[in-house]
């Protein structure tokens, strides 16, 4: 997986080259970033072996719509839990319903200020991270917990 000093990798998909770019330079600073340009892009990086940290991903794609992939990627083992963060110039309620039964954590309007962009990238993967420590911490006082019971049953 790609990393860097954060270790947090965000996969932005977006059919707009121009997209690409400016959500790239928004975000470059901050994470590792690896663009798809469409959804079957982005299909190939994640069968590729690529796992990342959050998902930026258009609602309006032609190829694999925004909904669809976000509900594909949580039916992934591995991207389950992966926040994806949907942008989109359709800004109404049922599309926003949609994006959040797909799985999606957050749904931002475009064009998005490049402040609040990162700050919402910056609080859900905060929340992701947090999480997953939460989780590998628990697993570890389960572990200690049945070595602890099985010690004493001997």
């Known amino acids: 997986m790609l990393t860097v000093a954060n270790g947090s990798t965000v996969l932005i998909v977006d059919d707009s080259p121009e997209q690409l770019m400016s959500l790239h330079q928004i975000l470059r600073d901050s994470y590792e970033v690896v663009t798809a340009r469409g959804g079957h892009a982005a299909v190939d990086l994640i069968e590729g072996g690529l796992t990342p940290?959050?998902?930026?991903?258009?609602?309006?794609?032609?190829?694999?719509?925004?909904?669809?992939?976000?509900?594909?990627?949580?039916?992934m083992p591995r991207l389950a839990k992966v926040p994806v963060l949907v942008l989109t110039a359709y800004a109404s309620e049922e599309i926003e319903e949609q994006v959040f039964s797909a799985g999606a954590v957050d749904f931002i309007a475009k064009p998005a200020s490049p402040g609040a962009l990162l700050a919402r990238v910056r609080t859900h993967l905060a929340l992701y991270h947090s999480s997953e420590r939460l989780a590998r911490q628990n697993r570890q006082l389960r572990d200690a917990a049945r070595g602890v019971v099985t010690s004493a049953l001997q």
């Open 53 to 75: 940290d959050l998902v930026l991903l258009d609602f309006g794609m032609p190829d694999i719509d925004g909904v669809s992939l976000c509900g594909l990627f949580k039916m």
